[in-house]
């Protein structure tokens, strides 16, 4: 497993799963701002192209004491990326002030070998080649390049955002290198309608995200692989703060 | 010289040994790996300059402000406007995909014309004859059904019909039909809305609120508003209803109700309140107070429905140690709304002392109209296009029905009747955009252009408290062979000598914004209309309406309209109220991944529904191990649903999220027209769905139904 590796600034999303209906409008707005190709049988989701899927949490128990949430999950941009050390082309790395685990389409040669190390399933094979209905290419955006099947490809924090809020800083004349707060955000981000996901650089003091990680109830998936993930959940439940990670019964989160 | 075996075999393997040492079969290894694995060709990018445009969304029932990506002037992606009240930024998968269904294989791509049970296509010209002439024909034996919940296109379309002398102007069921004939019984007047942002403690009574119930978007907005994670809650959410999902999974606390009693329950807490010293008055109060104080003790509730006595009081004591109680009725569903319930829901705000109180329910005051001779809205609502359908299906059709951005023929209650009912009507026109079940019916099919290529508008959708107008402009040309409907209506009176007095549309509009200009109101920008119901002082009129309108910007007038004989119908309620007989209960839901009735399944949404939903074509409802346990059925059987006279297999998915007593089933699936997208996925609960008439209220409801197992 490659080294940790830190960086001046840190992008982090936190996701209040206490406020997320599970609507699936971050996902919608995903497909669409990073042209993934809209598929008739989606039913399979092993096969299935998505770099954000809604997962649902159930506590296990009958109703009516069952209690339930839905936890939205992106690339989780790991600081010590398991996908990066595996991959032998380089076609994935971390090298970047931010800290967004890149995905380089044309190199990758397809073997997948990330697919198998990230332990948050949020790597995805393109098993078939990206078809349009007629016409329907013409919506495509100019922000992320297509992909032909056979690669991997992942969430990415929408770094093309990223680069277009820099530009924006420039020409206004401040610093693309410390953002205001709100001035980068993934699509998910933007459009999810209870705004249960907060972004922003968990280094800068100013942004609302600097604080939200260092609640009692924030917490990160599969922390004790030591992965890092710059995604961070929120929950008042224990239960599903619990779930967070392989915890014994006698364990307290 | 002949040729021994010894020569062949020195010959052959020296012309192997040979041809190893030429390029050719490395030549011809390299060729066939890669025409083998010849990639075949992927759409790339556009390349343009990016800017961004404003209209709002007439796919999603949010009626949502978007801000539109262009490049080179070509719609992209469709974004939440950031400026708009109603989105705040945030969109629904629904006004997502308003720029990709635009390409929707779906789409009606011309005038058809319905030739020996074939569509052909026409031009504008032949069809604008063609029903002129049947509408001459008809007289005032025409109709027109509308799903279009919230656009001035319904003034032109009843205007229309109005000329020729028919009245027969129907709406496509919805939260907004149910709240307004409920809320009409009750003496209310207005449309009924909930300032959910200046609420402290929301009881939801079985509506969906954070997915179908009213402008959906701007209540997630409002909740998500409430509960900052850096700080406390400033408002609890309680949600009353069969299943724990959408709305259920965030609220502070679920009461487990089935469909038909959720009237029961709301009567229940009524019957605390007064214990503690609330006492109703106004119309209908005496029979109310006799009703409840007889009838919904809590021991009694706990008979009917199964809940304990401590549910109520906890529900009762939140309610009233609130400073902005808020009660909140509607339908799990997003349709088909039980009126008792609503009934009921209303009479604890007004036992709450709740009625055009900020953070209470303030009805909204009809807004002017633009076109002479169009319909009141209070007055169309009346109309009940479930009988209507009825009747045609007995034979007692007019002679031409226009239906308009409306799919009966899937989205109703027993929607095999209501297609056969459809098919009985002797001309039919559908103006849909896609080609639905219903247009697949019709004789003439003229596709009304989609949100993003016309000018159209968005009137205070359901649910707000405060009234709200926001334009729909054209981003793009006709993608197809297509045309704004109102355009088309207003050239087709024209043409019959019955002039509405505009040429187009945006002449309507026009008319309109004047209208709302005079009417007062304010552009939400620096002060929100939900901070101006709460007290503060509203910003000035715009001084050019229309230009912030084509910015993106929203009119909003926030003022309640007054109730003067605003009662409890109790006399109503005691008929009215009555659970669901029978041992499973169908209770239907809906999401928006899988779209509406007229748009099918959004193409890209498809990977979005989730597998405990839909599998290939097999649609999962959701029932309880307990449940399950006692039709012996487990994770992933196959079972089939009776009711209406139908039955439909699907399997069974096991989830603890639904109460004992109810099987979840969603809506949205099982289209036998659309695309690829749509197409058989699934099945339509709605065809097992039968709607019940509420007694003395009158209502049809179809929230819930008994239902067979086997």
């Known amino acids: ?253 | 010289m002949g040729i021994d075996r010894r020569a062949f075999i020195g010959l052959v393997a020296g012309g192997v040994a040979g041809t190893l040492f030429t390029p050719i079969p490395w030549k011809m290894a390299d060729d066939l790996s890669i025409w083998s694995q010849n990639w075949s060709w992927i759409p790339r990018v556009p390349k343009g300059p990016v800017a961004y445009a404003y209209t709002s969304s007439k796919l999603c029932p949010s009626g949502t402000g978007l801000k539109v990506m262009t490049v080179g002037g070509a719609p992209v992606t469709a974004a939440g406007n950031p400026d708009h009240p109603l989105s705040q930024g945030g969109v629904s998968s629904i006004g997502r995909s308003e720029t990709y269904m635009l390409y929707s294989p779906a789409r009606v791509k011309s005038p058809l014309k319905k030739v020996n049970g074939k569509f052909e296509p026409v031009t504008w010209e032949e069809a604008l004859t063609a029903l002129a002439e049947k509408c001459k024909a008809a007289g005032a034996k025409i109709a027109c059904v509308s799903g279009d919940q919230t656009g001035t296109a319904n003034e032109v379309l009843s205007a229309f019909i109005a000329k020729q002398g028919s009245s027969a102007y129907y709406m496509v069921p919805s939260e907004k039909q149910s709240a307004a004939k409920a809320w009409s019984l009750m003496g209310g007047a207005g449309q009924p809305g909930f300032d959910v942002d200046n609420a402290d403690c929301v009881f939801i009574l079985g509506a969906d609120m954070f997915e179908t119930w009213g402008s959906s978007i701007r209540n997630r907005k409002a909740f998500g508003a409430s509960r900052d994670a850096s700080g406390d809650a400033k408002a609890a959410f309680i949600y009353a209803g069969p299943e724990r999902d959408g709305t259920g999974s965030v609220c502070d606390a679920w009461i487990p109700v089935k469909p038909g009693d959720l009237a029961m329950v709301a009567l229940g807490v009524a019957w605390i309140l007064m214990e503690a010293g609330a006492m109703p008055s106004g119309p209908g109060a005496a029979e109310f107070v006799s009703y409840v104080k007889s009838n919904c003790s809590p021991d009694k509730v706990e008979a009917a429905c199964g809940l304990k006595p401590a549910v109520l009081v906890g529900v009762a004591k939140m309610l009233a140690g609130a400073k902005a109680p808020l009660v909140v009725p509607g339908s799990p569903c997003g349709q088909g709304g039980s009126a008792a319930a609503f009934m009921a829901g209303m009479a604890l705000n007004m036992l709450l002392g709740r009625i055009n109180k900020p953070g209470g329910v303030v009805a909204l005051p009809a807004l002017p109209k633009a076109v002479d001779g169009a319909m009141d809205q209070a007055d169309i609502l009346k109309n009940d296009l479930l009988a209507f359908l009825k009747d045609a299906g007995a034979g007692k059709a007019p002679e031409a029905v226009l239906f308009y951005e409306a799919n009966p023929a899937y989205g109703l209650p027993e929607a095999d009747a209501m297609a056969e009912a459809i098919a009985k009507i002797p001309f039919k026109v559908s103006f849909a955009s896609f080609m639905d079940e219903t247009a697949a019916l019709c004789d003439l099919v003229l596709p009304n252009s989609l949100t993003l290529e016309r000018f159209d508008d968005v009137a205070s959708p359901y649910g707000v408290a405060f009234n709200v107008y926001s334009l729909v402009k054209p981003l793009t040309k006709p993608i197809y062979d297509t045309r704004t409907t109102a355009d088309f209506i207003l050239a087709l009176a024209e043409k019959m000598g019955a002039s509405l007095g505009f040429a187009s549309m945006e002449e309507v509009l026009k008319a309109k914004v004047e209208a709302l200009a005079l009417a007062g109101g304010f552009i939400a920008k620096d002060v929100q209309p939900w901070q101006a119901l709460a007290g503060s002082s509203a910003p000035e009129p715009s001084a050019d309406l229309w230009a912030d309108l084509e910015g993106g910007y929203a009119w909003v007038l926030a003022a309640g309209a007054e109730q003067t004989g605003l009662g409890y119908a109790g006399g109503v309620l005691a008929k009215a109220v009555k659970p669901i007989e029978g041992k499973v209960v169908l209770a239907p839901y809906a999401r928006q991944t899988s779209g509406t009735p007229v748009m099918g399944i959004p193409a890209q949404n498809l990977t979005i529904v989730p597998d405990n939903e839909l599998i290939n074509t097999a649609t999962f409802v959701k029932m309880n191990a307990e449940t399950a346990s006692w039709f012996g059925v487990s994770e992933g059987s196959s079972i089939t649903i009776e009711g209406a006279g139908q039955k439909l297999p699907v399997k069974v998915h096991l989830s603890e999220n639904v109460m004992t007593g109810v099987i979840a089933a969603p809506l949205g699936f099982g289209h036998s027209a659309f695309d690829q997208y749509s197409k058989g996925k699934g099945v339509n609960i709605l065809r097992v769905l039968a709607a019940r008439v509420e007694e003395g209220a009158g209502v049809a409801v179809w929230d819930g139904a008994a239902v067979n197992i086997a």
Not at chain 1, 29 to 46: F, G, W
Not at chain 1, 138 to 148: A, E
Request: hydrophobic residues 30%; aromatic residues 10%.
């Open chain 1, 1 to 253: 497993m490659s080294a940790f590796k830190d960086f001046d600034t840190t992008w982090v999303m936190v996701v209040d799963i206490d406020k997320c209906t599970g609507c699936g409008a971050c996902m919608a707005a995903c497909q669409t701002e990073n042209n993934i190709a809209p598929q008739p049988d989606a039913s399979n989701k092993l096969r299935t192209v998505s770099w954000m899927t809604v997962y649902e949490l159930s506590n296990k128990m009958p109703f009516p004491d069952h209690d339930m949430a839905y936890l939205p999950r992106p690339c989780m941009q790991c600081g010590n990326p398991p996908c990066v050390s595996v991959c032998p082309v380089i076609a994935t790395d971390k090298n970047e002030n931010g800290g967004i685990v890149s995905q380089i389409y044309p190199r990758c040669i397809g073997c997948r070998y990330c697919v198998a190390a990230c332990p948050y399933h949020a790597r995805v094979f393109g098993w078939y080649d990206p078809v349009w209905p007629e016409g329907m290419q013409k919506t495509l955006t100019p922000l992320t390049s297509t992909r032909p099947r056979g690669v991997v490809e992942k969430c990415n924090f929408c770094h093309h955002r990223l680069n277009l809020a820099k530009d924006a800083a420039r020409a206004q004349g401040k610093n693309p290198e410390d953002l205001e707060d709100g001035a980068y955000k993934p699509s998910c981000a933007e459009i999810c309608p209870t705004g249960a996901i907060s972004f922003g650089d968990a280094k800068n003091a100013k942004h609302k995200v600097h604080e939200l990680i260092k609640s009692p109830n924030a917490f990160r998936l599969l922390e004790r692989l030591g992965t890092k993930p710059q995604v961070y959940y929120y929950s008042k439940r224990e239960w599903v703060r619990r779930q967070g990670d392989n915890y014994l019964k006698s364990e307290k989160v």
